[in-house]
């Protein structure tokens, strides 16, 4: 199933970029644009017009959640090696949508209390509520990533920690959140390409850091430790979708596909009164 | 001093709109639009030359407090009637900046548990950290205008929260955070058009609440208390600012401006680099 707004997809990108068997993150070229046969200007009418499609489903999943009819709600989990285009994804996507139908929550390094806790006790008190789309950059796999890269935690704990949030996503998506995970997947030179812009920009000083450049030293090991996650937690209630991320455009209209696809399946409707409604208008028009 | 994005104004919204020494909200005329001398269509394009200027201002505001050298933070308190338009201030103008960069939270009616808290309980833990602009979606005013149009409190209890009020906001102003608090001024007819549109409309429908009405009866208390509470809590370091709100375009342009004329006066400025930028091009080159 395509998002109705987007009209350029020749593939349906739910099934195209979904983590199925046998997925390997290193076949995926992070320049390919798989099923979408339009260019940049395409891409960019397609998400304007993929934005109120958007605006308007989470509108009618708050409305129907607030008939207690509904417990729906969306959790977009987004990962990504550093410069992938996470913030592009909040901006130009996420952003498109009314504030009051989005919690958003980064997830920073963790602080000392939360380190005295499991590591999804942080996590959980940021799930969203029906009727929102809630949104995690970085997210409990952090826990899983730069933990196993880092050595931040002992083998048999990670290993417990694909179980555990294999669990905790079936109980999510049991209480009717649907539970959507993307990886925005850039080459390697790509990143260094646009590091490099960050440091001949005066105005984007303040985004580098110089341990980006050490993170960088650790390439493979974070590719491995993406292939192991999405092979022990990509499941048939929480899959995971890898997008090629060398392309600003095709992220992100990919991802608004995976939302507005997600969205389309809950299929919100505007609920009916729950009251009189030519009672009401005589009694407004007497007020 | 008016925002350098928006053109059309021929008086200064921050003096024009400020609740000053004798203010009377009876002599408000809320189809006003005090000091903009364009009509609906200039002012959607002032609309959007000030969403790109609010939004570097804002990311300013985030990258310099990163640096640690600044704690300035925005925090906008937006107070009105049922259909004035908060929601349309929420999507349109804060709904322009990068969410990344906000902090949104719509008071409801206070839970037993925040019941059994001081009143700025709640209040306190959702002000904005620096570098943010944190709204509130109604506010520590409740506490003052609903409880005291509806006996909610005692009114030795109401008399102290004036007060509490205006500590609490001092001591967020000393600490580097500008309070701007909006009230969004419509008229009871025009009220009443709205809402009777929300019941012309299926799809507004679940927007109506039979008690929308009932509170309608009880518009001069509710004017009353408002009247009080600008006359107790415009102070020097947070006053009140009334916006006429029967136009929603000017509505949305005088919020804009008020925020603008904010940011400009911190006017944050882009963080020089904490690192050698010479040294780290080479080494990111030769990662």
């Known amino acids: 199933m395509t998002a109705k707004s987007q009209k350029n997809w020749t593939g349906d990108p739910s099934e195209l970029l979904r ?11 992070p320049s390919s644009t798989p099923g979408y046969e339009g260019g940049k200007k395409d891409g960019q009418e397609d998400l304007d017009d993929g934005a109120a499609e958007l605006d308007e489903l989470q509108e009618r999943l ?5 008939t207690e009819a509904s417990n729906a709600a969306v959790l977009l989990v987004l990962q990504a090696m550093d410069s992938a285009g996470k913030g592009g994804i909040l901006r130009h996507v996420v952003g498109s949508v009314d504030p009051q139908g989005i919690t958003l929550t980064a997830f920073k390094k963790p602080t000392k209390a939360e380190l005295s806790h499991d590591f999804l006790w942080r996590i959980e008190k940021r799930v969203p509520q029906p009727g929102y789309i809630g949104v995690f950059d970085r997210s409990q796999y952090e826990d899983v990533l730069i933990a196993r890269v880092r050595g931040l935690a002992e083998p048999a704990e990670i290993e417990r920690r694909y179980g555990a949030i294999n669990d905790f996503e079936k109980k999510l998506s049991d209480t009717g959140t649907r539970v959507l995970k993307v990886m925005l997947h850039i080459s390697s030179d790509e990143q260094r390409d646009r590091l490099m812009r960050r440091l001949d920009r005066p105005d984007k000083h ?4 110089p341990g980006d450049t050490d993170e960088r030293l650790l390439w493979p090991k974070y590719m491995d430790a993406y292939q192991v996650a999405f092979e022990r937690t990509s499941t048939p209630w929480a899959p995971w979708y890898v997008v090629p991320a060398n392309h600003k455009w095709y992220t992100r209209l990919a991802v608004q596909a995976l939302l507005l696809e997600t969205l389309e399946r809950v299929d919100p409707q505007w609920p009916a009164a729950t009251y009189d409604v030519e009672a009401e208008k005589a009694r407004l028009a007497a007020s």
Request: no cysteine; glycine share 10%.
């Open 19 to 29: 983590v199925g068997e046998g997925f390997r993150l290193a076949d995926v070229d």
């Open 62 to 66: 708050y409305a129907e959640s607030r």
């Open 206 to 209: 303040w985004k580098f850091n």
